[in-house]
């Protein structure tokens, strides 16, 4: 019988067959983000053998969780000052508020089309919120998925997930609210109210409805759980702790996530929509033109869930477009719509036009809504 030989095929192998697990710990929300981007950052260093990584992290203090794609003077009511530090996280969704004692978890696949071979990209976010899920089940807790993010208890909302592939590096985020709400204070959100027509959340605490049950303590027996789900088979957990140059790393990308000064929603060239409702919530944009009316740039921001390559590579092909409701409305379909990326939360990518044209519409000398 001959041999069938794979040439570049990179397959785990049973001794690559390891989760890296980095127990529980007290810290910010902005030192847990900055230590995911690191992580997730060193899956592309070819020079480094990378594993799927789990982290848990319990807030010693706490923040405003910015979604990726959320504009923070839109998103955020910044008239009267916020009452903790605001970190953009590095997936999308809805601000939520992060209070003592919340968990930030992120699980960080490397390679991840040679763990889940069939599925593809639009069901990898499934697939690992199941893991998650499951293994938090396997510990007794019984939480579920309702819309694109969030995680219920009884119909309540009680955490929020989060989905972004970087490379073939792919990153779930999960916030749990555990003495605190999930939901952000209303008299903190800059959006306006959501009509009986969006998904309807209404929060609870975890510590409520598990009334005297402990709350999750994210135990050896929880990674291994991850660990059965991913490999099916033989396989290791290893503790690890980072290192003082990996430290000196993590502070270094602080910065980046932390929302030091809040600019305005639109100056001087730039021209925003309003925000346009869909099922999770908003979506708005911000453009502007050149000399020859076409788009000189494109930002879209709103509570949705993307991939951030593919809203980077929509931003990038509407520049010098002309301002054309119609070829505006294909490049939209042939970016989001392409199997190579993803967008939940939207129940239809109009959203996303219309948002762009109402942005347009905004210059004084271009009716483009009559285009």
């Known amino acids: 019988m001959s041999m069938r030989v794979l040439y570049n095929a990179d397959y785990p192998l049973s001794g690559d067959r390891t989760l890296l697990y980095y127990p529980p710990c007290e810290t910010t929300l902005n030192d847990a983000v900055a230590t995911t981007s690191h992580l997730v950052a060193s899956m592309s260093r070819p020079s480094e053998k990378v594993f799927p990584t789990l982290a848990v992290f319990r807030m010693s203090e706490p923040a405003v969780s910015l979604g990726r794609f959320q504009h923070p003077t839109v998103a955020l009511n910044t008239g009267s000052g916020l009452p903790a530090p605001v970190v953009r996280r590095l997936t999308g969704g809805p601000a939520a508020w992060m209070g003592t004692g919340s968990v930030y978890l992120s699980l ?205 590579e929509l931003e990038h092909r509407l520049r010098w477009t002309e301002i054309n409701k119609r070829n505006v409305a294909l490049i939209i379909d042939e970016v989001l719509g392409a199997p190579g990326h993803i967008i939940l939360g939207l129940k239809r990518l109009g959203s996303v036009l219309e948002a762009i044209m109402d942005a347009a519409s905004r210059h004084d000398h271009w009716d483009v809504m009559n285009n």
């Open 108 to 312: 960080i696949i490397p390679n991840w089309p040679l763990w889940f071979p069939s599925g593809g990209l639009r069901s990898l976010p499934k697939l690992l919120n199941d893991m998650i899920l499951g293994a938090l089940r396997k510990d007794g807790f019984s939480l579920s998925m309702s819309a694109a993010d969030s995680v219920t208890k009884r119909g309540f909302e009680v955490g929020r997930m989060g989905f972004d592939v970087v490379d073939n590096t792919a990153l779930l985020e999960l916030q749990l609210g555990t003495q605190e709400s999930i939901a952000l204070p209303p008299e903190l959100c800059g959006y306006p109210a959501l009509s009986e027509d969006a998904f309807p959340r209404r929060s609870r605490t975890l510590a409520e409805l598990l009334e005297t049950r402990e709350l999750p303590s994210f135990p050896p027996s929880f990674a291994r759980a991850i660990g059965e789900a991913l490999f099916h088979e033989k396989f290791d957990v290893r503790d690890s702790a980072f290192t003082w140059l990996e430290r000196t790393r993590i502070d270094g990308l602080k910065p980046r996530f932390l929302e030091a000064e809040v600019l305005p929603a639109s100056a001087g060239s730039e021209l925003m929509s309003r925000p346009h409702e869909d099922y999770i919530g908003f979506v708005h944009a911000q453009v502007t033109f050149n000399a020859q009316m076409q788009f000189s740039s494109v930002r879209i921001f709103g509570d949705f869930i993307a991939d951030s390559a593919g809203i980077a």
